[in-house]
């Protein structure tokens, strides 16, 4: 199983990106899926996330301006973000929680994350 991000990019404040990652391998299924973040010096974070059937959760410090969601069919998670700020700054990575034939239960993956930049 891996998960692969793509969508980073340098964007000026107040610009927009959208992230994707995409599960691939012998899955059978993939239950929450979401994104972290890590800025440099500091612990890794959870941006939001998402069930399969929906559900988002998403943090205080990016509410009304990020945005998750899921196209079960594809495998893939998106997060829309706007209104972005210098602080946004770092490496996001894809996290999904897949039931695969690579174990009896499921597993938590990580992607290897791809950079955001916010600056002007």
């Known amino acids: 199983v891996q998960l692969v991000e793509s969508g980073g990019d340098l964007v000026q404040p107040g610009g927009s990106l959208r992230l994707s990652c995409a599960a691939s391998g012998r899955i059978f299924s993939i239950n929450t899926m979401g994104w972290y973040r890590q800025a440099p010096g500091k612990q890794r974070e959870l941006v939001a996330a998402i069930t399969r059937g929906g559900s988002t959760n998403i943090v205080d410090s990016v509410k009304g301006r990020f945005t998750i969601s899921r196209d079960n069919a594809k495998n893939t998670v998106y997060l829309q973000m706007t209104s972005l700020k210098p602080e946004d700054t770092a490496v996001y990575y894809c996290?999904?929680?897949?039931?695969?034939?690579?174990?009896?239960?499921?597993?938590?993956?990580w992607g290897k994350g791809t950079l955001v930049t916010v600056s002007s």
């Open positions: 996290n999904a929680n897949i039931l695969s034939g690579a174990s009896p239960g499921s597993m938590d993956y």
